[in-house]
């Protein structure tokens, strides 16, 4: 079983900075992929940033140039550095990751969430 915490959440001017992380125990040794999402509007999550096993990386449009995804293996974390916040960045953010059970099919686990509050 994977379990991702997630921290760095809170409360900062537009323009600020703030620092997520996310900690996973378990299972990590397949690992796809991991990532970052925030909650849209209804019940889905939208992409933010995701790193792969082969440290590709992808951005959401809006977040480009802003927020930079790293991880370090030992650590078995991930983190999205974010810079010139915006209040539209306020939002849940959550962490994901993807392993693959003993079939080979992919499954999605997630963190609890960590709030961000970008005040103008």
């Known amino acids: 079983q994977v379990q991702l915490v997630e921290s760095g959440g809170g409360l900062v001017q537009a323009g600020g900075s703030l620092r997520l992380s996310c900690g996973a125990s378990?299972?990590?040794?397949?690992?796809?992929?991991m990532g970052w999402y925030r909650q849209a509007p209804g019940p889905q999550r939208d992409l933010v940033a995701l790193i792969t096993s082969g440290g590709g990386t992808n951005y959401a449009d809006s977040v480009k140039g802003r927020f930079t995804i790293s991880r370090d293996n030992a650590k078995n974390t991930v983190y999205l550095q974010m810079n010139s916040l915006k209040p539209e960045d306020t939002d849940n953010y959550y962490c994901?990751?993807?392993?693959?059970?003993?079939?080979?099919?992919?499954?999605?686990?997630w963190g609890q969430g960590t709030r961000v509050t970008v005040s103008s």
């Open positions: 378990g299972s990590m040794f397949s690992m796809r992929a």
């Open positions: 994901n990751a993807i392993i693959p059970d003993r079939y080979g099919r992919d499954v999605n686990y």
